[in-house]
Structure formats: C-alpha cells, structure tokens
C-alpha cells in the first residue's frame, strides 16, 4: 500500500520480494538480503525473500526500514544455503544529486551479527560511469578445511569478512556495451587454501575408502565467490541498424588472477517476433571453464556447458 504524507510517499510492503540493491554486472555485494545468481546460462528462477518495510520517499532519494526473513522459501536448499537463511531487521538511505546516486545500509540478522554497507554510482559523462560497492560483516559462515586429511571439509563461522567492488561501463552511439569490473571476497578460499585443497582432494581421491572425504573439498564450490580476486570484462552489441536490430551478442570474461582461471561466457540473443501482446525470444548461450591445471575453475565438473533457450509471451 502507498500514501501521500506532504512532500513525501510512503510506500508499505508485505510479502515475498526480490530487493535488488546492488551495484555491479558480475559481483552485486549489495544484495545482502538474497544474493542472486549474476548472468547465467540457463533460464534461472529466483525466488525472492520474505520482506516487511516501510519507505519513505522525498525530493532526493528514499529512507526505507524492514525486517526480512529466508526461511519463506518453497525451493529445495542445500546444507549451507539453509545454514544462511537469516532473519534480521535494517535501515537503508538512498540518495540521487545530480549525476550521482549514493546508497548506505545498516543491518542486523542472527547470522551475520551486524552488517555496513555502501555504494556510488557516478555518471562521469554521455560514454563513461564509474560505480562501487562495499559491504562489512561482523559474522561469516564458510567451509574450512581440516588439520587431519582423515576428516572432512567442515561449516563453520569464520569472523568477520568483507567485500569490494569497482568498475567502468563504457557505451556509446552504435550500441555497443563495455563493462571492466574488480571484487574481492574474503569469504572465499584464497589461493594457498584452494592448492591444499586439490592437492588433498588428489591423494585422497586414490583410496577407495577415502573418495568420499575427497568429494567434501568440493564444498569450497558453494562459496558466493570460488575465488577472492575477481576480474571480469564483458561486451555487448545492442544495435538498431539493418540485420542487427533484432540480435543482442553478448560476451563475458571472469578471470581468477592469482591462480590463472578463466570463466568464458557468450549469448546470441535473436528476438523473433514483439508485437506487445505476445512475444518469442531465442538465446544460444555457451560457457567455457578452464585455465592451469591446478586453478579453481579448470576443476569444477562441468568444463563447458551449451544451452538453448526459447522465452515467450502468448
């Protein structure tokens, strides 16, 4: 429901939401209520939280107060993701002046024990727009890694833990979409830590009576980043001339910097027919994993995966 209250709208919502807070293509630390997965190959369905708020809007931005629960949730949920699903209440400020939007949140849940974040986006001119985020978390859950390689990769709270985000978006006349992006995570498991772990994983992989302890180093997977320094450019082509105006090519590079991973991505997007009633969209998507041997993303399972996609609306 909404209201006007003089030079300010108060909008008040109940129900399960989908808060979308975060600045950045290929990381959003911002989402801290529900991560979401940033640009995948298939057609994925998220399901959004549980969410009470209040917001207030004025002439420059917006104030909002709300408590959010995870565990109205109807899909299937592995160990961890289910270990995460927090219940807490915050404060959010955000504020546009200019060509500048600013953002700040402070929240307080059973898991992470108080959290800090802010974001910028800033539009430098017509081509070029600079954007940032940070987050500061009291509290982390994550797996570490046993002392003994006759025990298994357990779950653990691992302090406190923060992430960071910086990037360029470059655009211009003809459609085309340029995108140069930086994080860090220190949730996840660093270099050091990702090398003892396929080295475990390996010798423990031989045994018969030891595959199973191998299979739990896989759990560094579940991480909302496999890796703590993240590189990602990405590219697209949105263009009205000729042939091409029904045809948005895409491409995206992650690159793990300290261990020489890569995470290629591209998607041929046609739009067959739109006539506002109904609508019939094809995308052929194509990931490619690899890198050194011995980096985190040359040994997920899967080394490439191609999809089709049919989106419609009848």
Known sequence: SNSALG??????TLGKVRL???VGYGYRPLDIIKPYRQNPVGIVAEEGAGVASASLFDMTGEWTLLYSDLS???????QFEKQNQQQGVGLRRYNLVGDHEYQWVAYYDDVRHGLLGASLVSVLNLAWEFHGSMVYQRQSLGYSQPNSLLEPVYLQEQGEAYQALVGLTW???????VVLEYWFDSRAWSDSEWQSALENAESLSVNPMTTSLAGSYAQGYQHANLVQHNLMFHWSL?????WLEDITPTFDVMLSPQDGGFIATQWLNYQAFDNGDSSLELELAARFLGGKSDSAYANLPDSHMILLNIKGRF
């Open 7 to 12: 030079d300010h709208y108060l909008d008040v």
């Open 20 to 22: 979308d807070w975060g």
């Open 72 to 78: 109205w949730t109807s899909q299937d949920v592995n």
């Open 171 to 177: 655009a211009n006349e003809t459609g085309h979409n």
């Open 238 to 242: 949105d263009s009205e001339h000729g």
